[in-house]
């Protein structure tokens, strides 16, 4: 299997802009993601996806792989699938820019997945954690994963899944942890179909999978990304490194 990781970069952001050209440690944040990401060893290709020429030059620059996007997209799934359409690669990964202290460990996860799947049974494979107290819960902003049997997904929110009318069920609560793997014919089928109902309503890309028909292996993990989405998030990050 070829697996390759690809990093897509928004120049803009709503709660910080231009985070990923931000300095962290001498070097551009994006850059530091990408250098973490080929640092890991597994991977045979690292390719940042970027809508801004600062970001494709600041990686060019400095040795790196870059795709400029031509189009205005949705999501990072929209984004990676236009990127990827014309590369020979069988696994992609998704790598979040704004997470520079990359742990090797979780990606090694998501890629076993697909080295044990030799039926071709997962389209994708995703993180998710346990969460206990009421505020993590009942987060909007933690995004909750419940799944069959199995470890497959059945179904992402925003809200509170399962509702505890019974609270003594013995029910855990799983937060979604934003690592993707993909097969590519996931990426490309995500990319020409259109958005529906669900994933209008919750605003989560991986709802599109779902109602299309395609399967989510879900790993629990007891991993935490490090992201970089506020001012006092690089703070955090410049004292860490």
Same mark, same amino acid.
Do not use: C, W
């Given at each position: 299997?070829?697996?390759?990781?690809?990093?897509?970069?928004?120049?803009?952001?709503?709660?910080?802009?231009?985070?990923?050209?931000?300095?962290?440690?001498?070097?551009?944040? /994006?850059?530091?993601?990408?250098?973490?990401?080929?640092?890991?060893?597994?991977?045979?290709?690292?390719?940042?996806?970027?809508?801004?020429?600062?970001?494709?030059?600041?990686?060019?620059?400095?040795?790196?792989?870059?795709?400029?996007?031509?189009?205005?997209? #949705?999501?990072?799934?929209?984004?990676?699938? #236009?990127?990827?359409?014309?590369?020979?690669?069988?696994?992609?990964?998704?790598?979040?820019?704004?997470?520079?202290?990359?742990?090797?460990?979780?990606?090694?996860?998501?890629?076993?997945?697909?080295?044990?799947?030799?039926?071709?049974?997962?389209?994708?494979?995703?993180?998710?954690?346990? /969460?206990?107290?009421?505020? #993590?819960?009942?987060?909007?902003?933690?995004?909750?994963?419940?799944?069959?049997?199995?470890?497959?997904?059945?179904?992402?929110?925003?809200?509170?899944?399962?509702?505890?009318?019974? #609270?003594?069920?013995?029910?855990?609560?799983?937060?979604?942890?934003?690592?993707?793997?993909?097969?590519?014919?996931?990426?490309?089928?995500?990319?020409?179909?259109?958005?529906?109902?669900?994933?209008?309503?919750?605003?989560?890309?991986?709802?599109?999978?779902?109602?299309?028909?395609?399967?989510?292996?879900? /790993?629990?993990?007891?991993?935490?990304?490090?992201?970089?989405?506020?001012?006092?998030?690089?703070?955090?990050?410049?004292?860490?490194?």
């Amino acid at each position: 299997m070829k697996i390759i990781a690809v990093i897509p970069a928004r120049y803009a952001s709503t709660r910080f802009p231009a985070k990923l050209m931000q300095d962290l440690g001498g070097k551009t944040v /994006i850059l530091k993601t990408y250098e973490a990401a080929v640092n890991t060893n597994l991977f045979q290709d690292v390719f940042v996806v970027t809508d801004s020429d600062l970001i494709f030059n600041e990686i060019v620059s400095h040795g790196g792989k870059a795709i400029m996007s031509i189009k205005e997209h #949705e999501s990072g799934s929209d984004r990676i699938a #236009e990127a990827i359409v014309n590369l020979d690669v069988d696994i992609v990964i998704n790598v979040q820019g704004d997470e520079p202290f990359i742990n090797a460990e979780p990606l090694k996860e998501v890629i076993e997945v697909f080295k044990q799947d030799t039926d071709k049974k997962v389209d994708l494979a995703s993180l998710m954690r346990e /969460i206990t107290t009421k505020n #993590e819960i009942n987060n909007p902003n933690n995004v909750k994963v419940v799944v069959d049997q199995s470890s497959f997904a059945l179904y992402f929110s925003r809200s509170v899944i399962p509702y505890p009318r019974e #609270e003594n069920a013995g029910v855990r609560y799983m937060q979604h942890i934003g690592i993707y793997a993909f097969r590519k014919q996931a990426l490309l089928d995500f990319y020409s179909l259109p958005m529906q109902s669900l994933e209008a309503s919750e605003k989560l890309e991986q709802l599109r999978y779902l109602e299309f028909g395609k399967r989510i292996k879900m /790993i629990e993990t007891t991993h935490v990304g490090i992201g970089i989405d506020t001012p006092e998030d690089l703070a955090r990050a410049r004292l860490l490194l």
